[in-house]
């Protein structure tokens, strides 16, 4: 079966750091743009980041622009979320969701497009 697997959540305080993994399983990551989401307690889940087959194209949201990087291992079939100087308001399920795209360095994700989506892991950031 075709899946996603997110890890690497976990508490921690506010100015710390995370590394969020998605290892594909049952299909070629590298046809894929992959993006991780997130979804907040009492909120819709919104887009975080996107990255494009290659790898030479990403977007962020602009709340996490400066502070996360995107980037992937295709041989690993694995892609990354590494998370720095975290806020309170970064607390959320993080989703990693992947798009099959014929464009190389397209970078776009939208939620309605993706074709497989992880369960999600849990980062609390907190004192």
């Known amino acids: 079966q075709l899946q996603l697997v997110e890890s690497g959540g976990g508490l921690v305080q506010p100015g710390g750091s995370l590394r969020l993994s998605c290892v594909a399983s049952g299909f070629t990551l590298d046809d894929y743009n992959i993006g991780w989401f997130r979804q907040a307690p009492g909120k819709e889940r919104e887009g975080v980041s996107c990255i494009s087959r290659n790898g030479r194209s990403t977007a962020y949201d602009d709340s996490v622009k400066g502070r996360f990087t995107i980037s992937r291992d295709n041989a690993k079939n694995t892609v990354y979320l590494q998370m720095n100087s975290l806020k309170p308001e970064d607390t959320a399920v993080y989703y990693c969701?992947?798009?099959?795209?014929?464009?190389?360095?397209?970078?776009?994700?939208?939620?309605?497009?993706?074709?497989?989506w992880g369960k999600g892991t849990l980062v609390t950031v907190s004192s």
């Open positions: 969701a992947a798009q099959k795209t014929y464009y190389s360095y397209d970078s776009s994700c939208r939620q309605g497009g993706m074709d497989y």
